[in-house]
């Protein structure tokens, strides 16, 4: 069984000023409203812990393993509760350029394991308004260090 969550925004900045804010970890809890903490090896089958904790949910901090770094375009890791197939997420950002100052940030994750139809309702939507949060806020602090770069 698996389900997945797919949300975007549009973002007035380029690849690289996304990115570099995406991956500046130490920062998440300046302005991250989802992932309150992270910390890793941003690197194929670098190791990370990320602090998650949604709009009305309780915190969780996981341990993935990261699947997938293309610079400027993508990151990808791989997590699981406790053991394989009962709660496994692999959780992506991909930054689609649209112009040299304009991308659509998409942030999506698919889940899957025996779990998932039992705690779906609840994991789905907390999570659902938890990427969303984080994709506005990730707009408006890349957007806004955007601007002063340019003045």
């Known amino acids: 069984m698996s389900k997945q969550i797919d949300t975007s925004i549009e973002i007035q900045a380029s690849a690289s000023e996304v990115w570099s804010e995406l991956t500046a970890f130490e920062s998440f809890s300046e302005w991250n409203p989802f992932i309150r903490n992270a910390r890793g090896v941003v ?3 670098g190791k990370l ?3 998650i904790r949604p709009a009305g949910a309780r915190g969780m901090t ?3 393993t990261v699947i997938v770094v293309e610079p400027e375009r993508t990151l990808r890791w791989y997590g699981r509760f406790l053991v394989p197939w009962l709660f496994d997420g692999e959780h992506t950002f991909r930054i689609e350029s649209l112009s040299d100052n304009h991308v659509r940030f ?3 994750e698919t889940f899957s394991g025996v779990l998932v139809p039992l705690l779906w309702r609840t994991v789905g939507t907390n999570t ?3 990427f969303e949060d984080m994709n506005r806020a990730l707009k408006a602090r890349v957007e806004r260090n955007a601007r002063a770069t340019k003045q």
């Open 62 to 64: 996981f341990r993935p």
């Open 128 to 130: 659902r308004r938890g």
């Open 106 to 108: 998409h942030h999506s």
């Open 49 to 51: 812990e990320v602090f």
């Open 43 to 45: 690197e194929p089958g």
